[in-house]
């Protein structure tokens, strides 16, 4: 077992999600290869979102987790398989989302499922990543009359 290995891909996955929930696009952009793809388990949306392309992927995330979205995503117990440049990976996520616009709170768990790929540059990528809610709910603030919000204040994205 290559534990060197092992680690950079848990470091692409972190770079993944840091960049995501820090609208860092650019660095968001190089978490993947260019042919990635996503399929995220959406129960608010009602049905599966599936994204084809990094750029499909950075657009979409760009557009909908903006500056009026805070997100937060943890990901632990990595379960993580190598065979040569390739690997698989499974990850337990916690995650909030709050759309402040809206008022809204999103909260829910799910398992990741990637795919990544050690570049001619050496570093590891995601190449494809997906995950299926194991639950999700929804409050609103305006259900919560002595909530506070305090967020974000330093981010002006």
Not at 15 to 35: G, H, M, N, S, V
Not at 110 to 117: E, H, L, N, Q, S
Not at 126 to 142: N, P
Request: with cysteine; net charge negative; hydrophobic share 35%.
């Amino acid at each position: 077992m290559d534990l060197v290995t092992i680690e950079e891909i848990r470091q692409a996955k972190y770079r993944y999600l840091r960049c995501l929930d820090l609208k860092l696009w650019d660095e968001f952009a190089d978490a993947f290869t260019e042919d990635a793809v996503a399929e995220y388990d959406t129960p608010v949306l009602g049905e599966p979102l599936r994204l084809a392309g990094r750029d499909a992927i950075v657009a979409y995330m760009r557009e909908h987790l903006g500056p009026q979205t805070i997100t937060s995503h943890l990901v632990s117990h990595p379960e993580i398989e190598v065979d040569g440049d390739d690997a698989r990976g499974s990850w337990c996520l916690e995650d909030t989302v709050i759309v402040k616009e809206h008022r809204l709170l999103i909260r829910g768990a799910a398992y990741y499922r990637d795919t990544y790929r050690r570049c001619p540059d050496g570093r590891w990528r995601v190449g494809s990543t997906g995950h299926r809610r194991t639950y999700e709910y929804t409050v609103s603030f305006d259900d919560l009359p002595s909530l506070r919000l305090t967020a974000d204040p330093w981010n002006t994205r």
